[in-house]
């Protein structure tokens, strides 16, 4: 759940961000500043630099291996690095910075808006208390009560992924 839960997000967050903090945001702790990798699970490790982390999959236990991936090619490869990093630095980070690979996906955080394929990933945005940052979702079959007030607060929030526009919409700044 926790990687089709990150695909959707971060497959379909890759818009351009703002570069200014929203309200309450708040800088990496300095003391994780150049740690170095640390390991909380098999799945996926974390490496602290001075205002970015990277996110590493595990070569051998993730993989884009469901027929999900909106790209067919996709299927069967290694799941990108993670690149994020913290809003309002002066310069962002690139391919040639210390522990960033070529192949690595660059996100601003917090993340400021999101579009969510599937209802999945909704309960963590309910309990993180940030579905003001969604603004496409798919509520076909989505029984949150606070979920389907956001189509009436928040009118075209939803669209069905099948839908032949899904991507161009979830991608419009």
Same mark, same amino acid.
């Given at each position: 759940?926790?990687?089709?839960?990150? *695909?959707?997000?971060? @497959?379909?967050?890759? &818009? =351009?961000?703002?570069?200014?903090? =929203?309200?309450? @945001?708040? =800088?990496? =702790?300095?003391?994780?500043?150049?740690?170095?990798?640390?390991? !909380?699970?098999?799945?996926?490790?974390?490496?602290?630099?001075?205002?970015? +982390?990277?996110? %590493? !999959?595990?070569?051998?236990? $993730?993989?884009?291996?469901?027929?999900? &991936?909106?790209?067919?090619?996709? +299927? /069967? %490869? +290694?799941?990108? #690095?993670?690149?994020?990093?913290?809003?309002?630095?002066?310069?962002? #980070?690139?391919?040639?910075?210390? /522990?960033?690979?070529?192949?690595?996906?660059?996100?601003?955080?917090?993340?400021?808006?999101? @579009?969510?394929?599937?209802?999945? #990933? *909704?309960?963590?945005?309910?309990?993180? $208390?940030?579905?003001? @940052?969604?603004?496409?979702?798919?509520?076909?079959?989505?029984?949150?009560?606070?979920?389907?007030?956001? %189509?009436?607060?928040?009118?075209?929030?939803?669209?069905?992924?099948?839908?032949?526009?899904?991507?161009?919409?979830?991608? +419009?700044?």
């Amino acid at each position: 759940m926790f990687l089709r839960w990150s *695909l959707t997000i971060l @497959a379909l967050c890759t &818009h =351009p961000m703002q570069s200014t903090c =929203p309200v309450g @945001a708040k =800088p990496f =702790p300095s003391s994780k500043a150049n740690l170095g990798q640390i390991n !909380y699970a098999n799945l996926f490790s974390i490496t602290y630099y001075s205002n970015y +982390k990277v996110i %590493e !999959y595990s070569s051998t236990l $993730s993989s884009y291996n469901s027929g999900y &991936h909106p790209e067919q090619s996709m +299927k /069967g %490869e +290694k799941i990108q #690095p993670f690149v994020l990093y913290q809003c309002g630095i002066t310069r962002r #980070p690139t391919y040639s910075d210390i /522990g960033i690979s070529p192949t690595a996906r660059f996100f601003e955080i917090p993340i400021q808006k999101a @579009a969510l394929g599937w209802g999945g #990933p *909704l309960p963590f945005f309910e309990l993180l $208390s940030v579905t003001e @940052a969604i603004n496409l979702v798919d509520l076909s079959y989505i029984t949150s009560p606070c979920a389907q007030l956001l %189509e009436n607060c928040t009118p075209g929030i939803h669209m069905p992924n099948s839908n032949a526009n899904w991507s161009s919409t979830a991608n +419009k700044n």
